[in-house]
């Protein structure tokens, strides 16, 4: 590793840490040039991952998109932001794990309602209305049952 302040190659590792749940390592690092200590932080990058969309375009997946759309689904229900939090990291690792670099919308907000109809009904129907595109009473009282 390149010193930052003198850039010699040559530093000295003092401690590594494990952080983000295992997805990356911080390591404390001393020059033995110049004496100064600097952080670095390592973690894996994976290929990226693309949604398809139901009129066919791609993009590439967000999980801020898909926290949002937990978001307004759950307002003034009683879950909280680590339970949220959570639900995004499974359905992200989820797909990852899937075998294709693209993933459709629909195994997306599949995933997404299989755990929100574990935890409440309400946001549940509510992320279902707008991901079904329900159009009236119809398509609620169809689900429901």
Do not use: N
Not at 4 to 26: H, M, N, Q, W, Y
Not at 114 to 142: C, G, M, N
Request: charged share 40%; proline share 1%.
């Amino acid at each position: 590793m390149k010193c930052p302040f003198c850039a010699k190659d040559d530093t000295a590792v003092l401690e590594s840490r494990i952080f983000e749940e295992g997805k990356g390592i911080r390591r404390r690092r001393e020059c033995t040039k110049c004496g100064k200590r600097f952080t670095t932080y390592e973690s894996v990058r994976g290929s990226t991952l693309w949604v398809i969309k139901k009129d066919g375009r791609r993009e590439v997946f967000d999980r801020e998109k898909i926290k949002r759309g937990i978001l307004r689904s759950t307002e003034k229900r009683p879950i909280s932001m680590g339970l949220i939090d959570q639900i995004v990291e499974e359905v992200e690792r989820e797909m990852l794990r899937k075998e294709s670099e693209e993933v459709s919308s629909k195994a997306i907000g599949r995933s997404i309602m299989a755990r929100l109809k574990k935890i409440d009904k309400v946001a549940w129907l509510r992320f279902a209305s707008v991901y079904l595109e329900f159009e009236d009473l119809a398509d609620f009282e169809k689900v429901i049952r």
